[in-house]
Nanobody
Framework: QEQFVESGGGSVQPGESLKLVCAIP????????ISWYRQTPTKERELVAL???????DYADFVEGRFTISRDNAKNMAYLNMSSLKPEDTAVYFC??????????WGQGTQVIVSS
């Protein structure tokens, strides 16, 4: 069973940027909405951003214009450009279909730590 594979996380200081990368399984239709999610040990997984097959993007309120989701269908990849990172953005970030994800496709996620 193919799964989504996330990468690009790391440890940064507040105000810095990161670009997360998502490898989309080849079994996922190019018509599917792709989303980024995040989860912390004390909070349930939450939707961060989604992108539909026609290029419509939507973001959680806490993004406040700081993140941009994109997708490259030719490469089966999706991205989350994050800027002006805050300590509260610290989480494990996942990608999957949107808006709630396919149960058997969750990957390991990529850790983002924002700390001074």
């Amino acid at each position: 069973q193919e799964q989504f594979v996330e990468s690009g996380g790391g440890s940064v200081q507040p105000g810095e940027s990161l670009k997360l990368v998502c490898a989309i399984p080849t079994t996922i239709s190019r018509l599917a909405t792709i989303s980024w999610y995040r989860q912390t040990p004390t909070k349930e997984r939450e939707l961060v951003a989604l992108r539909t097959n026609v290029g419509y993007n939507d973001y959680a309120d806490f993004v406040e214009g700081r993140f941009t989701i994109s997708r490259d269908n030719a490469k089966n990849m999706a991205y989350l450009n994050m800027s002006s990172l805050k300590p509260e953005d610290t989480a494990v970030y996942f990608c999957n279909t949107g808006p709630s994800g396919l149960p058997n496709y969750w990957g390991q996620g990529t850790q983002v730590i924002v700390s001074s």
